[in-house]
């Protein structure tokens, strides 16, 4: 199993980003697929979270914000960010699990990081 997160880079405040996490070697429209990141100094925290169905869970921080949605026909699940500050700094990563978890980290399939950075 192979998750691959993508699309960080260097935005101004109120930029939009949208990050890509593309799955391969599970069957992709069985897992729930959640959004995590961590900032210098900080635990790593859930930002959004998109299941089988397409339900979906974001962090009060985030919410209004960005958008958490998925292609299965492309084993995909997109971040779209819109109106980025500076506190939304931080390696942002993907997970995958069968079990439809909000919160906690507990996620089977970690892809690795990539890097969003938000100057003011």
């Known amino acids: 199993v192979q998750l691959q997160a993508s699309g960080g880079g260097v935005v101004q405040a109120g930029d939009s980003l949208r990050l890509s996490c593309a799955a391969s070697?599970?069957?992709?429209?069985?897992?729930?697929v959640g959004w995590f990141r961590q900032a210098p100094g900080k635990e790593r925290a859930i930002v959004a979270a998109i299941n089988w169905s397409s339900s979906t869970y974001y962090s009060d921080s985030v919410k209004g914000r960005f958008t958490v949605s998925r292609d299965n026909a492309k084993n995909t699940v997109y971040l779209q960010m819109h109106s980025l500050r500076p506190e939304d700094t931080a390696v942002y990563y993907c997970?995958?699990?069968?079990?439809?978890?909000?919160?906690?980290?507990?996620?089977?399939?970690w892809g690795q990081g990539t890097l969003v950075t938000v100057s003011s």
């Open positions: 070697g599970l069957t992709f429209s069985m897992y729930a």
């Open positions: 997970a995958a699990d069968r079990s439809w978890i909000q919160v906690t980290d507990d996620y089977e399939y």
